[in-house]
């Protein structure tokens, strides 16, 4: 698994260092995670850096990975130096999407993991092979779960139907070129969208290079009224081949 592109599009343009994504590769190329932590929150860019780098070093999240990510989040914050408005704020939580991912190259899979509206679109070429977990523009209209600060907002990870809802392992032995597209909402919701009308937009997106032109990409489409304006993260994930009975593998 190798990192083909990684950008990232504040939601304002001019303070690149206001945005609440988060963004995680592994060294040995064997697992990601994308965060999206919401605006709305107290410190959820520190949530959501806390959230993607702890999937990296554990994949495995159940309530004891939350707590853990929970002590992480209270040690970095001294409340008796807060002011009461503060700490009012720090009490109502910080929120943050994951999706994160391990790939196991003998199996030639990856297992991903999902909470929130964070998106995985697998490709193979130009055409979509699934989305996950959400494959509908229409369903980012919907209220979406986040991990909390708050541990009680967090006690659907203790369900017993938790890793059905939230985990998925997606094949490519049959695929010759796979491509993993990760994308926060706004990018997501609008991709899901141009796929949906068959417009030229995802071409686009596939065909991005630099920065720069995620950049352009997503302040175009902005400025149409096609794109919600939030930060928009991209990471583009590519799988080597290898030849099997003369033919290329995943």
Known sequence: MKRAFAGSVPKEFSSPQANEDALALSDDGQRFALSDGASDSFNSKLWANLLANKFLDDPGLNAEWVGAALADYAAAHDLASMSWSKQAAFERGSFATLLGGEYFPEHRAVELLGVGDSVALLFEADELVCAWPLDDPERFQDRPSL??????????????????????????????????????????????????????????????????????????????????????????????CEERDGLPVS
């Open 147 to 240: 991990l909390s600060t708050v541990a009680r907002h967090n006690d659907f990870v203790a369900h017993g139907d938790f890793r059905t809802k939230h985990v998925k392992i997606i094949q490519l032995a049959e695929l010759r070129t796979p491509r993993l597209l990760c994308v926060t909402d706004a990018l997501g919701e609008w991709a899901l969208r141009s796929l949906r009308d068959k417009d030229s937009g995802i071409f686009d997106l596939l065909s991005l290079q630099s920065e720069e032109q995620l950049a352009e990409l997503v302040l175009r489409e902005r400025a149409a009224k096609r794109m919600r304006i939030d930060d928009s993260t991209l990471l583009a994930l590519s799988f080597e």
